[in-house]
Each structure stands twice: as structure tokens, then as C-alpha cells.
């Protein structure tokens, strides 16, 4: 085991060398004010280091920027160049990047822009397109930490492995097939099982818009550096809520989606091979129409032939056009859409801006002429139950050598135990069943709301919320149960931005018996939070990513439209 000073050396080289990938013209010239000077260093902050031509194509969504890179009307390079410089000036504000690549980005740009300049066509749908991921992805001469110093300089903290700087996960091969651009890598908490995003190397990622606030976790590098619009589209991974807390966190779309649909093979990973509950990746984005441009992507590579655990099964247009007609039908003022609301789950109770942001949401739909009933399923207890027998069953081995490796302590975010006990053989199996008929109950429960609609059939999706607070003040994150059970029951989720907490309205009441309203916890701190993002989570039944990304595009929309009215 190395000792306390050699790791600490090695973490400071390691963020000092992503501080030097920064361009000398990039690096900003004073010191960051301090959170309490300035909390919020999104919009006009960011924008006062950049061009006005910088800010047109970083705050244009990655369905507009595709229409004008695979068409010749922005070049590759411009677009690439604005991106890397608005990631760079991110990381010096928050802290949310791991590896820097942008002079490799700008050389794949002008490949990208010949081949346009030869041929009179892009490569693929995401010609020119940048694209930041989660540092879990391999990419040839990119480190991949994960957050462990151990792992610097390494293949997954093997040092003579012979893949270390020659393997690329099957996502970015097919990214690169598809034309996009890769130019950093972002940050997570070490182990990535934690709702905070916060490690040895780079130390601890703010949320932009509150940096008193996390960015989530354990994708939250890509949740912050969005919210900063360093990146107009990326991928994270999630096994508890990882996609969906920093999506939440920094007022983003993010998809988590049945396992099985995109590509995991050669990424890296905890606890690699556990399969109870699996891990999933799913993109992240400003805006819904992004998610889906970035997955029907993927899905065009045919995954199913590179990565053995993938379906196979293609973007299906059938769900999308019979999806629609029902959109129309409501726009149309005849609505048979259904949606459940489940304000609580039974176990934690949520903060004043999330109840409210959840009946923003619930008010919305009415309005919008759509059907709303209130959701009672099955015992979120054992979901919870369930969750954590799965991060705890190798008794916390995997993590104990990986820190091991450069002895560095855990930070006491990390959900899991290094001392734990694992579980036998027989133990796993009955931990499996009990999943299998938890999710025959919730399926059982799902099916029953048939009764309930007056449509005709089962709600088309429930909305809850992604944790019990907005955007947590460090070392506080509650729980992840509101997101978990969807991992247990291998459902899509897609987070959806709604409003933001607000110290003047979010208060406690002064009818006493609101107050004692028994979801909603009074204790917080509405002065800290004031202006956290406020997000809810739509969640869709098993495999129903295409039915479940059109309603968000059609429904986030309304959302967003019908909250701003107020």
C-alpha cells in the first residue's frame, strides 16, 4: 500500500495535469469568486468569457447543431472549438472534468470537415456533434480513473495490462461511426456509488447554479458541465439514479433505460458482474428531442451485434406514430392519456420545492385535459430492501482494492461498506427470486390501474420525485429510493426539469395543519437551497424507451410552458 503523501502527490499531479490541458488562451485570468459572491455561474457569468458567435452554437441544442454540421452550414471545427473552450472555462468554475482532449477533438473536427468538403455528406447523424462522457468510457490514449487514484496511469489499476491505452468502449466506437465528436471526459464520486460527485483527484463538483449545492452524482460531471452548456449532449451510467439525480440536480433531461438497449461492453465499472440489478447507460441533454436523437443513434449501430448483452431491438417507429396519435388527440382537446402521481414513496419524505414542483407537474396534466390518479403500488420499503442487498453483496471487496491500490480513504459519500460480509451462493439466488416477485407484484399493481383511468387501459406513466430535496447540500444526499426502484424493476426513466427552489415561496405554511402534512419534511435549509434546480421523474413501463421519450418531448414542453405562465 502506498503511503499518505504518495497518493497525495499522485491526485496532484493527476489535477494539475488537467489544468494544464487547458489552453493558455482559455484559463481565466482572476481567481473564481467564492460561492457565497457568487452563487449562480451559469448564464450571463459563463457568457461574459465568451463570443457572441461561442454562445450561438454552445446554447443551441444538439438536434439544432446536427442539422447544421451534417449539412455544411456550421464546420466541424468551429463548433468542436466552442464547445472545448465553454467546457474549459466549466471546469475552472465547478470542478467537472477529468480527462482533456481537445487538441485530438479539433484533429477529428477537420477529418470530419474533409470528409464533408469530399464527399457532399456527413458520416453519420452526428456529424460534428460533440459529445462528453462519463469517465467509465475507454478511449485510446485517455486515462479512465473512475475518481481512484490507483487507477492513473492504468488499465482499471493494472499496470502492465496491455489494453491500457489502446481499448475504446463499444459506445465510442459507435459515437465515432456515428460522426460525433469526443473531447473530455467528465467527473465522478470514486466507486461512483454516491449522489454527490466528489473524489481525491479534482476534489468536489458544484452545481452551477447554486455552488453551495452538488451536482448529483454519480454522473455528476455531465450534469454540471451541461448546466454550464460545456456540452449540448452526453452518456452517464446508472444503477441507483445516477442519470437521473445530477439530470435533476442541474435542470436536464436524462434517460435511464431498461437494461439491455445501449451499449455497456468495455466499459469500466463497480462491482463488475453483478447482475441483480444492472447498470445502464442512457444519455443526458438540455432538451427531451436531444435524448432521442442521441439514442435512436446508438440504436442504428446495431449494438445487439457488438456487445452480448444487448437486445436486439431497434428504434421501433410503430410506438412512436401510435404515441403521437394520442398526443393529437389530446391536442385536439380529447385526451385518453393517463399518468399516476406518486407524491411520496412511504419512506422519505421530500423538501417544500419538490412537493411543489410535483404539483406543478399534477396541475399541468389537468389542465392539459389528461387523466391523473394518485399511485399506491407495492412497499417502496423492499424495493429499497432489495437495492441494497445488491450494493452490498461481495461485502464491499471490490472497493476495498481498488482503494487499496493507492490507499487512499474513502469519502464518506460512498454508500457502500468496505467491511461487509457477502453474501453466499444461496443467499444471491434467494435475493433474486425476491426481486422477481417484486416486480411481478409492481407489474400486477401497474396492470390494475386499468380500472382506474376510464381509458381503457393501464397508466401511461408515473411521475414521482428523483430524491426527497433539489440539488443537496453536501454530505446530506437523503436517499435513493425514489430512483432505485426503477433500477430494481428495470424500468425507463427519463428526469424532467420543472421550476426552481424559491426561499419566498417555498415556507412553511401558516395554516398548522398544513404543515403536518405527513410527505413533506419542513426541516431544510430554504435560504441554501434557494435556486436549486427542481426536477421529477417519469417512468415508463419496461422496454418502452421510444413511447416513453416521445410523451417527454410532448409533455416536457407543456410542462415547462404551463409552469412559466405562473
Known sequence: MASNSTWRAQAEAKRQSILDAIPEKWRLATPVPSATEVRDVTGSYIQQFLSKREIEITESDAVDIAAQ????????????????????????????????FFDAAIEDAKKLD??????KKAVGPLHGLPVSLKDQFHIKGIDTTMGYVGWIGTFQGEKEDPRFGTKESELVRELRNLGAVLYCKTSVPTTLMAGETVNNIIGYTWNPKNRLLSSGGSSGGEGALMALRGSPAGFGTDIGGSIRIPAGFNHLYGLRPSSGRMPYEGAANSMDGQSTVLSVIGPLAPTARSLTLLFK?????????????????????????????????????NSTLAFAIMHWNGVDRVHPPIARGLKLVEQALQKMGHRVIPWNP?????????????????GGVDIKHHFGLSGEPKASQVLIVEDGIELSVSQLAELNVAKREYQKQYLDYWNSTAELTGTGRPVDG??????????????????????GFVNVLDYPS?????????????????????????????????????????????????????KILTLTEYLGEEISRAVGAK
Open 69 to 100: 454540421t451534417t449539412t455544411g452550414r456550421w464546420s466541424a471545427v468551429e463548433v468542436t472549438e466552442a464547445f472545448c473552450h465553454r467546457a474549459a472555462l466549466a471546469h475552472q468554475l465547478v470542478s467537472c472534468l477529468h480527462e482533456v
Open 114 to 119: 474533409a470528409y464533408f468538403a469530399e464527399h
Open 297 to 333: 443513434a446508438v440504436l442504428s449501430q446495431q449494438p445487439w451485434y457488438h456487445d452480448p448483452l444487448v437486445l436486439e431491438l431497434p428504434w421501433r417507429d410503430a410506438i412512436v406514430e401510435e404515441t403521437r396519435s394520442l398526443i393529437e388527440q389530446a391536442k385536439a382537446g
Open 378 to 394: 407495492p412497499s417502496h420499503t423492499t424495493a429499497d430492501q432489495l437495492l441494497f442487498k445488491t450494493f452490498f453483496m461481495d
Open 462 to 483: 408515473i411521475f414521482c420525485p428523483i430524491a426527497p430535496h433539489a440539488a443537496i447540500i453536501p454530505n446530506q444526499f437523503g436517499a435513493v429510493g425514489y430512483t
Open 494 to 546: 427519463v428526469s424532467i426539469p420543472v421550476t426552481f427552489a424559491d426561499k419566498t415561496i417555498d415556507v412553511r405554511p401558516t395554516n398548522p395543519s398544513a404543515a403536518l402534512e405527513e410527505h413533506i419534511e419542513w426541516n431544510y435549509d430554504a435560504d441554501t437551497y434557494d435556486g436549486a434546480p427542481v426536477g421529477v421523474q417519469f417512468v415508463g413501463r419496461r422496454l418502452q424507451e421510444e
